[in-house]
């Protein structure tokens, strides 16, 4: 989403070289010849969909996957030609829907298989979700086998490949995770010797891959870290080799307040001013995203390669302390997450101040602000 700068004063940069540089990283991580299938799920993570999945698609992956319809057709109406899996979420009904956009149904029940066998006038490839113990979707651990060679037998119905989600947000979730991993190598490996072999497998996602867990499947479904952002809690696992995809969230000075003293200014809790006092606001507020920070932090911005306290957030606007740079002027450049010279405000740190994680902050500036997309040719 791109608007002009003049209409609205603040935007996000999202680096799709980034991302270019985190397949890569993602590639060292794996066997030779694994398939990726990138998650693009809520909006790419945020970042934005159509944009997003079109690098993905340059950089080659073998499948992009979403639960949302609407994003699945936004991509083909993109041009997006390639393998778009849809994760669990539709109703049985919508099968056909699913086939009319060719997007690959997630099955997980024998109505939805037949759903799909019906409205299938050729060969059509489903995958199928197994829960080997998150709770949420698919068909249980113990009932896989038979379910997916029932699948297999209707007619117009292939079984292209089966996958299951064990995700962990720290260390001692990994031994469940590993175990998950393993009962689903035992399903697979029984479905080969009752005659079914698959051609995709997955069960690990990005926690997985970052703690090198291991698995006999020939894919990886990750999100995360190809946005450079890390599914475990902080502290747990370095993401080192990744990203954040999303680089800067900035904005210019909309208004220079200049109070001389003994003035009564409400806003950040001054009420009568013992010495002049100079603010700046900038076009971001809590319905961009932002919020005050949280007790006990200190929340800044960048100008001029500096820190200038943050001395309150409302609906629309952000109030600044600019002592020490009295001589601000409208239209000066403001960075809230970023690089300004020498300094610096990091996802992670401009997320802290919130008490919200990474990933929360993307979400929740997504369609807030417009995005601004940086790039060279894709790698």
């Given at each position: 989403?791109?608007?002009?700068?003049?209409?609205?004063?603040?935007?996000?940069?999202?680096?799709?070289?980034?991302?270019?540089?985190?397949?890569?990283?993602?590639?060292?991580?794996?066997?030779?010849?694994?398939?990726?299938?990138?998650?693009?799920?809520?909006?790419?993570?945020?970042?934005?969909?159509?944009?997003?999945?079109?690098?993905?698609?340059?950089?080659?992956?073998?499948?992009?996957?979403?639960?949302?319809?609407?994003?699945?057709?936004?991509?083909?109406?993109?041009?997006?030609?390639?393998?778009?899996?849809?994760?669990?979420?539709?109703?049985?009904?919508?099968?056909?829907?699913?086939?009319?956009?060719?997007?690959?149904?997630?099955?997980?029940?024998?109505?939805?298989?037949?759903?799909?066998?019906?409205?299938?006038?050729?060969?059509?490839?489903?995958?199928?979700?197994?829960?080997?113990?998150?709770?949420?979707?698919?068909?249980?651990?113990?009932?896989?086998?038979?379910?997916?060679?029932?699948?297999?037998?209707?007619?117009?119905?292939?079984?292209?490949?089966?996958?299951?989600?064990?995700?962990?947000?720290?260390?001692?979730?990994?031994?469940?995770?590993?175990?998950?991993?393993?009962?689903?190598?035992?399903?697979?490996?029984?479905?080969?010797?009752?005659?079914?072999?698959?051609?995709?497998?997955?069960?690990?996602?990005?926690?997985?891959?970052?703690?090198?867990?291991?698995?006999?499947?020939?894919?990886?479904?990750?999100?995360?870290?190809?946005?450079?952002?890390?599914?475990?809690?902080?502290?747990?696992?370095?993401?080192?080799?990744?990203?954040?995809?999303?680089?800067?969230?900035?904005?210019?000075?909309?208004?220079?307040?200049?109070?001389?003293?003994?003035?009564?200014?409400?806003?950040?809790?001054?009420?009568?001013?013992?010495?002049?006092?100079?603010?700046?606001?900038?076009?971001?507020?809590?319905?961009?995203?932002?919020r005050m920070p949280a007790k006990g932090q200190r929340a800044a911005v960048l100008l001029r390669g500096r820190r200038v306290p943050v001395m309150s957030v409302s609906l629309e606007h952000t109030t600044l302390d600019l002592t020490g740079l009295e001589d601000a002027r409208?239209?000066?450049?403001?960075?809230?997450?970023?690089?300004?010279?020498?300094?610096?405000?990091?996802?992670?740190?401009?997320?802290?101040?919130?008490?919200?994680?990474?990933?929360?902050?993307?979400?929740?500036?997504?369609?807030?602000?417009?995005?601004?997309?940086?790039?060279?040719?894709?790698?």
């Open positions: 989403m791109n608007r002009p700068e003049s209409a609205h004063p603040a935007w996000a940069e999202v680096d799709l070289d980034i991302l270019d540089r985190n397949c890569r990283a993602l590639a060292e991580r794996l066997k030779p010849g694994a398939h990726v299938i990138a998650s693009i799920k809520a909006d790419a993570y945020g970042h934005g969909v159509v944009p997003i999945a079109e690098r993905l698609a340059a950089n080659g992956v073998f499948a992009l996957a979403t639960g949302d319809f609407d994003e699945a057709v936004a991509l083909r109406r993109a041009g997006i030609a390639g393998k778009i899996l849809m994760f669990g979420g539709n109703l049985p009904e919508a099968m056909a829907e699913l086939l009319e956009h060719d997007l690959v149904p997630t099955i997980y029940s024998m109505a939805a298989a037949e759903a799909v066998s019906k409205a299938a006038t050729k060969p059509t490839a489903v995958y199928i979700k197994v829960d080997c113990g998150l709770g949420r979707l698919g068909v249980l651990a113990d009932d896989a086998v038979a379910f997916a060679l029932a699948v297999a037998r209707l007619p117009n119905v292939v079984v292209e490949g089966v996958y299951t989600h064990v995700p962990f947000a720290d260390r001692s979730g990994a031994a469940w995770s590993g175990g998950g991993i393993k009962r689903f190598d035992s399903i697979i490996a029984t479905l080969a010797k009752r005659g079914l072999s698959v051609a995709v497998t997955q069960a690990r996602a990005s926690a997985g891959v970052l703690m090198g867990l291991e698995d006999a499947s020939n894919a990886v479904c990750v999100g995360h870290i190809l946005y450079g952002l890390s599914p475990m809690a902080a502290g747990e696992v370095s993401v080192a080799g990744f990203e954040p995809i999303l680089q800067s969230v900035q904005s210019r000075l909309i208004h220079v307040g200049r109070h001389p003293a003994g003035r009564d200014i409400a806003i950040g809790g001054l009420y009568g001013l013992n010495s002049a006092k100079v603010t700046g606001v900038i076009a971001m507020g809590v319905t961009n995203g932002l409208v239209g000066e450049l403001v960075t809230a997450m970023g690089r300004d010279g020498d300094e610096r405000i990091g996802i992670e740190e401009f997320a802290g101040w919130q008490e919200r994680s990474p990933l929360e902050i993307v979400m929740t500036l997504s369609k807030r602000l417009p995005f601004r997309y940086r790039a060279g040719p894709a790698a």
